[in-house]
């Protein structure tokens, strides 16, 4: 490796803090576990076979593996490998290699921050539906409850037609009907309202379970960087053990293979579309968590001469490939729900929030012994969470203790304190209108703002900073 650096860097980290001894990581596995806690999701469990599904099935995987080669893999890279060759967070991090585009490194923390606010609401969603799956029969299974309607049906949902008269002649009238788990979503879960201008009052069950998981938060990071590295372990094992679990049962069930059939079907005419590459690319994005800061906060804590070239090749890979299997069990127990519903697998998919917490419960409801896939399910979901929930904490943490080191003697009472905001903003989406709330800090922080960060960081380092002095410098 070239001894020169250039003179930006050099001046740069002559005048930051790195002087002062950064954390490392224990083990080489901390690291690896915690980056692949981090991008793997929960959109790995909904989204990706969503989006399969939508854009041709197996054909949506050829633009998709062909953004991961040609951008996914190499931007994962770049910030493994200037976070471990700075040994600085985001912000810091940005400002050496270019000052003029400083405001990259805060971009990231910002968009770490807002997406930690509105993302550990998604796991109180999974607390509240786990503490719900500890009794006999799961809460959205049948109709009989407080919150349920007059529509509610237990039999089937969608539109149906029947015969009707008015003014005495005979009509044919159409009837919305509702499963369960849709209304214990809609009116138990959100209780949601008419529109973002009647936020109604605060759900008080969600409040407390989001709560609970900013508190999960701080007593996993309060021993910093070393703390987390251990629970990943955990967080990054135990949902391949559950995904796992759901499709061997998932596969015995009647229907099974329509839906894997489905989720599988390829139609090459959709690789014509322009929004099939533009789904591939976000979907690309979103998964390797890349523009976000957390990779280059967690590489500033490994060895200067760390493979980093190895680790960004086998996380995004294990990353891609767990979206890919996650699919399988989905799809599954979709087929199932339609072979007992008699519709066609089309009919029971829904995109977002709608498989995770809609579609899938009401599967697993028909299940014997739905209690128990219950628990397991949504305390993946909960585990799942946590490890990218993990990353956006310790990336906000990483820059704050970087741009004013007298706080790092107070890191405990600092992670309190970021804990406690972002639980009180948090707040604003646990309302009755809260649902709205949170799409607006999904589309405004994970949409177009996170490519325009991905596009200026490559700019960053091929003009800024150069690309050969990157090259030559860094851990290669």
Not at 4 to 22: I, L
Not at 190 to 217: C, F, K, Q, Y
Request: net charge neutral; with cysteine; glycine share 8%.
């Amino acid at each position: 490796m070239s001894n020169k650096v250039h003179p930006a860097t050099e001046a740069a980290r002559k005048s930051s803090n790195v002087s002062e001894e950064r954390e490392k990581w224990t083990a080489k596995a901390d690291f690896i576990m915690s980056c692949i806690g981090y991008a793997v999701g929960l959109g790995n469990i909904w989204r990706f076979p969503y989006l399969c599904y939508k854009n041709g099935g197996a054909s949506f995987l050829i633009p998709y593996f062909l953004t991961l080669i040609t951008c996914g893999i190499p931007l994962f890279y770049l910030e493994l490998a200037l976070g471990q060759y700075l040994s600085l967070g985001a912000i810091k991090a940005w400002a050496v290699v270019c000052p003029v585009l400083k405001g990259l490194g805060v971009a990231m923390v910002i968009t770490s921050f807002l997406i930690s606010v509105y993302y550990n609401v998604v796991i109180a969603w999974s607390l509240l539906y786990l503490y719900h799956s500890f009794s006999p029969e799961v809460a959205w299974k049948s109709c009989g409850n407080e919150w349920n309607t007059a529509f509610c049906s237990e039999e089937g949902w969608g539109n149906f037609t029947y015969n009707c008269t008015a003014m005495g002649r005979p009509l044919n009238c159409t009837m919305q009907l509702t499963s369960p788990s849709e209304e214990f979503w809609e009116r138990y879960i959100l209780a949601i309202s008419n529109g973002i201008d009647e936020p109604g009052e605060i759900r008080l069950p969600l409040a407390t379970t989001l709560l609970i998981a900013w508190a999960v938060v701080y007593f996993c990071l309060y021993k910093g960087i070393k703390s987390s590295g251990k629970v990943a372990y955990f967080t990054a094992i135990f949902p391949y053990v559950i995904l796992l679990s759901l499709l061997i049962r998932g596969v015995t069930l009647p229907g099974a293979v329509d839906g894997i059939m489905f989720y599988l079907k390829p139609d090459f005419n959709k690789l014509l579309e322009p929004q099939v590459w533009i789904d591939a690319a976000s979907q690309i994005f979103f998964s390797l968590s890349v523009g976000l800061g957390g990779l280059v906060t967690f590489a500033s804590y490994n060895k200067f001469n760390n493979n980093c070239e190895r680790d960004a090749v086998v996380v995004s890979s294990i990353n891609c490939m767990t979206s890919l299997f996650g699919g399988f069990p989905i799809f599954s127990v979709i087929g199932f729900m339609a072979h007992t519903l008699k519709k066609d697998v089309s009919e029971v998919v829904s995109s977002g929030p709608g498989i995770g917490f809609v579609a899938y419960p009401e599967g697993i409801a028909q299940m014997p012994g739905a209690s128990v896939w219950a628990v397991l399910f949504f305390f993946m979901l909960f585990t799942i969470g946590l490890g990218s929930q993990f990353v956006f904490t310790a990336t906000i943490m990483a820059a704050l203790m970087d741009s004013f080191s007298k706080l790092r003697a107070y890191k405990g009472l600092v992670l309190l304190v970021v804990c406690l905001v972002s639980y009180l903003i948090g707040l604003s989406c646990v309302t009755q209108g809260g649902i709205y709330v949170l799409n607006i800090f999904d589309s405004q922080s994970a949409g177009l703002s996170l490519i325009f960060v991905v596009i200026f960081e490559a700019l960053a380092i091929s003009w800024g900073y150069g690309r050969y002095h990157f090259t030559v410098n860094s851990p290669l």
